[in-house]
């Protein structure tokens, strides 16, 4: 198999260089998970919690090193990657809540029987995580997961392989086989999700990656697919006096994780006017003051690089393309550091471009189009295949009531950045963007299956019998 490298994005410096799982790891890992479904599934859910909660204990103890490693490996400012491990610890408690609350046992008594419901793990299932979030995206599914009875095989994103590891450190006091964690790209990923073993498959990524897993899926629908999948949000501004708020919450939702976040706004849609000419002033102020530098800095940064050179290099490419169509530049995106992915961030009119590509571009790069009136922003915020999250800035509480009901997306926030998604409510969006399989406080759901029972402790005779049925005792 291919070598792997893991890299420093902010000083180009290897940290680990490996190589990806064998076809025979691969192997192994299914197999291990597979012999330990029994035991684990069989287990009370309270023994269960009882391992998870020796994770979030270990997780606690190296909080601080483990916010580190994240911001080595892919680029955060710490107190970003502090924030990530924060999201990591209140998981554990969310999970179980929410695992109470959606899979508990459900009765209902009718006549002599009673009617219930219960909820039954998969078997060995396949997490397949991003590089942006990588330990929190990926424990959003593997606490439930756990929790639930199934065992897994997890392939953390190649571009973060350390984070992968010391997440599987943290979770070594679980009985052998019930977390199994491997390294590499697509192909290792695919050849996961097609095992026969495995049950189910979540995935967190791009459009593409999602659409080509569904794809090799497709002759397999007995299995659980959850698929995130991105989006290119709408950010839009109306009625709005306090320029420097909105431009902050505008900074927030697009820049944050310099950009690198599903839930990031891609596309700023404002009317046109004089107030929204002055918001914009204001905006590009404050975007070039953004501090952008490597996690070491004092004072620490709002962002870091992008995750590679070719990420930047990419994001740079489509800046090119759109200025080269008609967009107007109201803050260039550069490279700030030669050589290494640093992007200051970019503000791009694309008002005249007809025909605006519907892409997510996973970068610090917002696009401004500017619309006559609210009815036509709506209609550009649905603009899009994807349908992910969308935000509206807005003093008028019935333009946001407007704004939830036309919207197409699955996280619709008011007055608050797009970015920030809450583990309490569910996270997954529509079209291109998911499969109508939530994470978040949802991602309990997908974990496991309902099964319905109709059950009574003796054999008993309905009251009255059917047309046609004679009893001997009556003959
Ligand atoms: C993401 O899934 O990329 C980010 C969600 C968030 O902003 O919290």
Redesign the pocket.
Known sequence: MSDLVSINPATGDILWKGKASTPDEICAALHVASQAFEAWSNLRVDTRVQFIKQFQTKLLEKRESFAELISKEVGKPLWESLQEVEAMVEKVKISIEAYDERCSLKKHLKGMTTISTAYKPHGPCAILGPF??PGH?PLGQIIPALIAGNTLVFKGSEQAPLVGFKLTELLEDLPSGVFNYLTGAKDVGHALAISPYIKGVFF?GSYQGGKELAKALGPLPNKILAL?MGGNNPLVISSIEDHETAAYLTIASSFLTSGQ???CARRLILSEGKQEDEFLKVLSHMIDMIQIGPYTQDPEPYMGPLISNKSADWALDVQKQLLSSGGISLNLMKRTRNKLPFLSCGLIDVTDISDRKDEEVFAPLLKVIRVKNFKEAIKEANNTEYGLCASLLSANAKEFELFFNQVNAGVINWNVPS???SSLAP?GGIGKSGNYHPSGYYATDYCSYPVASITTASLFLPKTLPPGITLLVNT
């Open positions: 942006n979030f995206i967190t995130e976040r599903c839930s970015t920030g998604a996270f």
